[in-house]
């Protein structure tokens, strides 16, 4: 095996040694650009100014894993009482599973191709589920007559679309601000 490499070892031994100048190490560090790479989790500001990449790609995620919680909350507890709801109700966790799911892989998609077209059919999703959250609250909470049941559907209802409105800005900021 030292047969191998006595060749290159002997040419390296043979050539002349030479030191680097005194500021060398500093030019160096000087074409070094150093930028710290961060995010914060500041929703006013990503609305404001417009997120960056990785606090963009951060959002959604948090909105999908709301969506999953909130799925299998809903989940849990209409298994009980699933046969007195209408239909759109039961189907409420899939819908939103579905939804959370495509959030999940559009942002990882972003967050690997940062294609600003991936954010533009996400917030195309976020506004159509925005959308579809607020007929179902708006008819469950006129159908219904049970005080506790509409209270429980209007905050549903409230923080579901805050969180699909705050995810529709803070997508459309990123595509202005960014490109």
């Not at 951060?58 to 299998?72: D, E, K, P, Q, T």
Request: hydrophobic share 55%; charged share 10%; aromatic share 12%.
């Amino acid at each position: 095996m030292e047969e191998r490499y006595k060749e290159i070892t002997n040419i390296m031994q043979q050539a002349p040694s030479m030191n680097p100048a005194d500021d060398f190490v500093m030019k160096v560090m000087n074409k070094i650009s150093f930028q710290e790479q961060y995010f914060t989790i500041n929703p006013f500001a990503a609305i404001i100014a417009g997120a960056t990449k990785s606090e963009c790609f951060l959002y959604i995620m948090l909105a999908a894993l709301f969506n999953i919680g909130l799925a299998l909350t809903l989940h849990i507890g209409l298994r009980g009482i699933g046969s007195y709801l209408p239909m759109f109700v039961n189907i409420q966790p899939i819908v939103l599973s579905i939804f959370a799911a495509w959030l999940i892989v559009t942002s990882l998609v972003f967050g690997l191709c940062d294609n600003n077209a991936v954010l533009k059919m996400t917030k195309r999703a976020t506004l159509f589920y925005i959308m579809v959250a607020t007929m179902n609250g708006a008819e469950l909470i006129l159908k219904n007559s049970i005080p506790e049941f509409i209270i429980y559907l209007s905050v549903y209802s409230i923080v579901t679309v805050s969180v699909g409105i705050f995810l529709a800005l803070v997508i459309n900021k990123h595509i202005e601000t960014y490109g």
